[in-house]
Structures are given as structure tokens and as C-alpha cells.
């Protein structure tokens, strides 16, 4: 369900529900994260997931553009009104509770619908800062309040390793669904590797062309780069506060490694146990 009018306010209980609904039928891996919180962290989390959930379905939906233009607005207006405390969606009622409860920045929040407008547009061939942009808002936005949540925030050290991982995360995102996007009319692939590699910037023509596998490989040493970042600033954080993270990440660490086998094939999507034990295996032993 996407919220793009207000309807009337509901109970505390409700909210919670219907933003543990979105979670649940996302079947998003990072819910196995979510879930080592304690309640409270737990509920603030979801409201953060489902609000990116909501706003991303809105981007990547096949209403006109005028449409989703203007359902990224209507969720900037409820965002503004949690904040005032006068939300009217459940899951800006959630948000308002978070915020209250973890100091979460209303910015944060607001980079998140800014990217996705971004991906409505849609992206092709952005330059690097373009790239970097974008990362910062769709995936560095929600590390840095999912580290608010979490616990254990110690400023620019915290904020280094949420940025170096969400941007880790996306960055394997991208080379893991370059196909998918390009379906979309979309190539995150950045102008620079492009030009070093002689992929071109027509997103019909990247699949199966044969610098892709070049292009991927580009982007993930960028991924390993950012990843050794946030791995140098684990040991400046409690376990506890960052285990969460770590547990969602491991899945695309374990990803990332098995496109490194050969970066000409996909690798097959995996199993949810298989990806709990690969959350596992990084979160216990994230310097491997």
C-alpha cells in the first residue's frame, strides 16, 4: 500500500502494525537485522525501512511521471508534518516517534525521497559526483539514522562507517542489477568507467555487451574500497551497536565476493537461510 493523500489519524498500536506489514512483505533480507534490535529500536527501524520502501515503490512505479512527481511530494509534505507533530499517515506517525526517540535528522530523511525523485527521472551515465550523490541520499541517508537507532552513535567515526557501508551496499546493488535496470531505462554506471572501458551510455545496448564485465569489475573494487573504510571503523564502535549493520551488509559482502569469481555471469540469488548465515558469518567476523 503507498500513501500518497492523508488519511485520518490512528491508533499507536496500528501504525506500528502497518509499518511491521511493509517490512514483512518486503522481503527484504535486511529484515534478519531489524529483528536482533530490541522492540523499541526494532519499531524505529521498520518506520525508517518503510518509509524508503514507500517512496521507492512511488519512483519505480509505471504511474506518469506527473504522478510520481507529485506522490514524492505528498510524502514530503507528511514528513514535514511529522516533524511538527501533526503526521497523518501511519507511518509518518512512526517516523515522528523515532525521531523524537533516536534525534533522527529530519535532512536524513528528506535525501531519501530527494534520491528517489532522482530515480524517477531516470539516471544514465551520471558523472562521479552525480553517482556520489545519489549513493549519499538513497543509501548513505538510511545508514546514518539506522546508526542512530541502533545505538552507540559516536559522531564522525559513526558516520564514516554508515556512509562507507551503505555505500559499499549500493555500489554491489548496482553491478548486481545493471540488467534489471537498464529494463527500467536506467545505467548507474558512472561516465568515467564508462570512457575506460568503451561501454556506452544507452542502457539497451550494456547487457551482454562485452565490456560489461570490465565495467562491473570497475565498480567493485569502488565497493571493496568503501567496504575496508567501514571495516577500519569498527573497532571504534560497541559490537552490539553495529552487529545489526553488520548482519545486513554480510549478504552483499558474500555477494560481492562470488562476482569476483567472474564478473561475465550472474550470480543465482540465494536461499533466505543462505543469507542469514552469510549476515552471520560478516557480523561475526567482519575483517575476513
Given amino acids: 500500500m503507498t500513501y500518497t493523500v492523508a488519511p485520518p489519524r490512528i491508533a499507536d498500536d496500528e501504525t506500528a502494525a502497518e509499518t511491521r506489514r511493509l517490512v514483512s512483505a518486503s522481503g527484504s533480507s535486511f529484515e534478519m537485522g531489524m529483528r536482533l534490535l530490541p522492540v523499541p529500536r526494532r519499531r524505529a527501524i521498520y518506520a525508517v525501512y518503510a ?54 535528522p529530519q535532512a536524513e530523511l528528506a ?35 539506522a546508526m542512530r537507532i541502533f545505538g552507540g552513535w559516536r559522531g564522525e567515526q559513526s558516520e564514516e562507517f554508515a556512509l562507507s557501508l551503505a555505500r559499499a551496499m549500493q555500489l554491489i546493488n548496482i553491478i548486481r542489477d545493471v540488467s534489471e535496470d ?28 562485452p565490456a560489461l564485465p570490465e565495467a562491473r569489475r570497475l565498480l567493485g573494487v569502488m565497493a571493496r574500497d568503501s567496504l ?46 543462505r543469507k542469514l548465515t552469510d549476515g552471520l558469518a560478516f557480523a561475526i567476523r567482519p575483517g575476513r
Fill in 228 to 273: 575496508l573504510r567501514a571495516r577500519a571503523e569498527i573497532p571504534n564502535h560497541p559490537r552490539r551497536a553495529i552487529f545489526p549493520a553488520l548482519m545486513m551488509a554480510g549478504p552483499y559482502v558474500a555477494l560481492l565476493s562470488r562476482m569476483e569469481t567472474d564478473w561475465s555471469r550472474q550470480p543465482p540469488r540465494r536461499a533466505g537461510w
Fill in 111 to 145: 535525501r531519501i525521497v530527494e534520491g528517489m525523485q532522482l530515480d524517477a527521472t531516470p539516471i544514465i551515465a551520471p558523472s562521479a559526483p552525480e553517482l556520489d550523490h545519489y549513493i549519499r541520499c538513497v543509501a548513505g541517508a538510511v545508514g546514518i539514522l
Fill in 182 to 209: 537498464a529494463a527500467m531505462g536506467r545505467l548507474y554506471i558512472p561516465r568515467t568507467v564508462l570512457a575506460t572501458t568503451g561501454l556506452p551510455a544507452d542502457p539497451k545496448a550494456v547487457p551482454g555487451h
Fill in 51 to 104: 518509509f524508503s520502501r514507500v517512496v521507492d515503490d512511488i519512483a519505480d512505479g509505471d504511474a506518469p511521471p506527473e504522478a510520481r512527481k507529485q506522490g514524492l511530494q505528498d510524502w514530503r509534505q507528511e514528513l514535514a508534518r511529522a516533524y511538527d507533530g501533526r503526521a497523518q499517515t501511519p507511518i509518518g506517525a512512526e517516523l515522528a516517534l523515532a525521531a523524537r526517540t533516536h534525534d533522527l
